[in-house]
């Protein structure tokens, strides 16, 4: 069975707070995406990286940076957290072409 | 610029009729389009694929239909069941850069009334 894991369910941060959303994936796959979700508008595609210390920005990257090290891990950075980044996020890997998301992380940042 | 719409945000339907979620999409690259389940407090689960060569693909009580032409795709629920109260996404998928990535629209709320 498949598996993507974010490390935390609900998370609250104050203003200007470095944030870090942690993702990993048991399947091997290369692509893995960070997506944030809110009303009316829909996944919009933050960042993703195809391969190992790879990476490229999705539609909305600003005020996020994003790691990978290792292939099962990526990791999402709001340098310094605004409460306009406070939103639904979800990681997803893929091989292929259908996507598998982890649970999703409740970002509230005050 | 949305280049995958969904243009009704809810949806009302009684239990045992037919549940219909309409997508719109302008990009004429898009050769793989899937539909997406979720809900609250979860990460979306994929509940059915059609490519770009097919205008239809059933599996059980889902169908999605695609209209290349007028660039439209739709995914029919029948019989609906209350659990299957949740929002839809509709995605779309060509490559971009070194990746094949997937667009998503807005999501349609479903609700299946007892």
């Known amino acids: 069975d498949v598996k993507v894991t974010q490390s935390s369910r609900y998370l609250v941060k104050r203003t200007g707070e470095k944030v870090f959303l942690e993702c990993v994936q048991d399947?091997?796959?290369?692509?893995m995406f960070w997506y944030r979700q809110d009303p009316g508008l829909g996944l919009r595609l933050i960042y993703f990286?195809?391969?190992?210390?790879?990476?490229e920005k999705g539609d909305i990257p600003e005020g996020y940076s994003v790691s990978r090290e290792k292939k099962e891990r990526f990791s999402l950075i709001l340098e310094s957290a605004s409460t306009n980044q406070t939103s639904m996020y979800l990681c997803?890997?893929?091989?292929?072409?259908?996507?598998?998301f982890g649970q999703g992380t409740r970002l509230t940042v005050v | 610029d949305q280049q995958v719409k969904q243009n009704s945000p809810s949806l009302s339907v009684q239990e045992g009729r037919i549940s219909i979620l309409n997508c719109d999409y302008t990009?004429?690259?898009?050769?793989?389009f899937l539909w997406y389940k979720k809900y609250p407090a979860e990460g979306p689960t994929f509940l059915i694929s059609?490519?770009?060569?097919?205008d239809k693909n059933e599996d059980g009580r889902f169908t999605v239909f695609l209209n290349k032409s007028a660039k439209h795709l739709s995914l029919h629920i029948v019989p609906s069941q209350p659990g299957d109260s949740a929002v839809y996404f509709c995605?779309?998928?060509?490559?971009?850069?070194?990746?094949?990535?997937?667009?998503f629209g807005s999501g349609t709320q479903l609700t299946v009334l007892p």
């Open positions: 995605a779309a998928s060509t490559y971009s850069g070194s990746a094949r990535q997937l667009t």
């Open positions: 997803a890997s893929r091989s292929g072409t259908e996507a598998f």
């Open positions: 990286s195809y391969d190992v210390k790879m990476k």
């Open positions: 990009n004429s690259m898009f050769d793989y």
């Open positions: 059609i490519s770009s060569i097919k």
């Open positions: 399947m091997d796959h290369e692509n």
